[in-house]
Every structure is written in structure tokens, then in C-alpha cells.
């Protein structure tokens, strides 16, 4: 019968919307960050951390710092740390505005990426 096809593919697209949202929600995101976003922070050498509200595979994360003439410099990622954070240094950062570009792989395989826009100064 026709109106038993109908409920049944509504049933079904509405458990599959069901699933949609929780997996979005399952992605990693960014729930803090050094330096914070907006923060004006002493050059020279700089420590990052950005953690994050899952785990992440560090094999197909990356951070990279942007300066904003555009040079970008991909950052060496720390072993050994908390499965949901990413830690690296950048060094030799001049004044200026950076944005450091996280993209990170959860460990529920899905991609997630951001901006942490910051700046050095005196
Ligand atoms: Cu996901």
C-alpha cells in the first residue's frame, strides 16, 4: 500500500536525520586554546595548546601558523601528550598578527578544522 511506503521512507529519514546530529556532535571541536583567540601574547617563543572535546588521532592532525603576510609554517606536533590536546612551540614569532590552523581528525574519523587568531607584541 502506498501510504504504508510513505510512513515507512518518513520513519526512516527521520531516524537517519537521528544519526546525522548525533554524529555531528561527535566531531571534535575546540574548547580551548593558548594562546586564547584575540590574546596578545610576548614573542620570541611562543607555547601552544589547543584541547579539544574528543580524541584525536595525532597522525592526521596538523597545526600551522599563519602570519599575516601570509608566510605559514606548519608546527611539530609534541608526542606523548593528552590524547585530546595538541601541543607545539613556535619560535622565533616577530610582532605581528598570526593565525594558528588547527585541522584535526577525531577518533570517530571525521575531520574537523578552525582558526585561533592571536597576536605578538611587546
Ligand atoms: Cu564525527
Aim: charged share 20%.
Amino acid at each position: 500500500m502506498a501510504w504504508r511506503a510513505r510512513v515507512l521512507s518518513m520513519i526512516l529519514a527521520m531516524i537517519l536525520l537521528a544519526g546525522s546530529v548525533a554524529d555531528a556532535a561527535a566531531h571534535a571541536s575546540l574548547v580551548s586554546s593558548a594562546p586564547a583567540a584575540g590574546a596578545v601574547v610576548a614573542g620570541g617563543e611562543v607555547s601552544i595548546e589547543l584541547r579539544f572535546d574528543s580524541r584525536l588521532d595525532p597522525r592526521f592532525s596538523q597545526l600551522k601558523l599563519v602570519r599575516e603576510d601570509g608566510a605559514a609554517a606548519v608546527l611539530r606536533i609534541e608526542a606523548g601528550g593528552p590524547s585530546d590536546a595538541l601541543k607545539a612551540t613556535g619560535t622565533g614569532l616577530r610582532e605581528g598578527r598570526y593565525r594558528l590552523h588547527w585541522q584535526v581528525l577525531g577518533v570517530d574519523g571525521h575531520a574537523s578544522r578552525g582558526d585561533v587568531a592571536f597576536q605578538v607584541g611587546r
